[in-house]
């Protein structure tokens, strides 16, 4: 079975400082990968999605950016943060032809 | 723009009633997902609905998906406790051929009061 993975939990970062989230999934291969951030009370928003190795398409700008390096793994970068990238940033997969997207535990980030 | 809304935002009801929420999108899409989200935690699939007139039941849940009125609703029968959480629709857009995209609602926040 499929699994996908999010690493940290939680971060508390200052203001200026970088950042680095990783996503992976087991047990699929060649998924689409996403990454969406959901701000406090509010819905998700869709930031980057990633069909294969190397191809990111950016969906936002923003001081965000997203690599992947490896199939099944996906990252989220920054090199400075602001205070409005704290939010609750979940990763997804989905494998075609099934439309649906299965989401990660997610990783809520503080910016102080 | 595309936009997907939900009502209501907040609904507070009692245990035993029953209640419906709303979905409208403002694209042409066959594809709406309900997400339950608990506080704190990630999204948990629970309806797919994937064709007009599609409807999906599970437990006190229902979920229907009217695409020619570009409305989803999920219905709520005999609500409990444990069915306290935030719902999200989220419409299926496809593009590139390779990838969806889901645009999502705002989300209804749902308490069940004993």
């Known amino acids: 079975s499929q699994t996908i993975h999010q690493w940290p939990a939680t971060l508390v970062q200052p203001v200026g400082s970088p950042l680095s989230l990783e996503c992976t999934v087991e047990?699929?291969?060649?998924?689409?990968l996403y990454w969406y951030r959901q701000a406090a009370g509010r819905g998700l928003q869709l930031l980057f999605y990633?069909?294969?190795?190397?191809?990111i398409s950016s969906e936002v700008p923003q001081n965000l950016s997203a690599s992947r390096p490896q199939d099944r793994q996906f990252i989220l970068s920054s090199k400075k943060l602001l205070l409005s990238d704290s939010g609750f940033y979940l990763c997804?997969?989905?494998?075609?032809?099934?439309?649906?997207?299965?989401f990660g535990p997610g990783t809520r980030l503080t910016v102080l | 723009e595309l936009k997907v809304e939900q009502n209501p935002l907040f609904l507070s009801m009692q245990e035993g009633k029953n209640y419906t929420i709303y979905c409208n999108y403002s694209?042409?899409?066959?594809?709406l997902y309900w997400y339950r989200q608990d506080p704190g935690k990630s999204l948990e699939s629970l309806f797919v609905?994937?064709?007009?007139?599609a409807v999906k039941q599970e437990g006190r849940l229902m979920a229907s998906l009217d695409t020619k009125a570009r409305l989803s609703t999920l219905h709520i029968t005999a609500a409990v406790h444990d069915l306290s959480a935030t719902y999200f629709c989220?419409?299926?857009?496809?593009?590139?051929?390779?990838?969806?995209?889901?645009?999502f609602g705002t989300g209804t926040l749902l308490a069940v009061q004993p």
């Open positions: 997804a997969w989905s494998v075609l032809p099934g439309p649906q997207q299965f």
């Open positions: 047990g699929t291969s060649n998924p689409n």
């Open positions: 990633s069909v294969g190795i190397g191809q």
């Open positions: 694209t042409t899409s066959d594809r």
């Open positions: 609905l994937l064709s007009n007139g």
């Open positions: 989220a419409v299926d857009i496809p593009f590139g051929g390779a990838t969806n995209k889901l645009i």
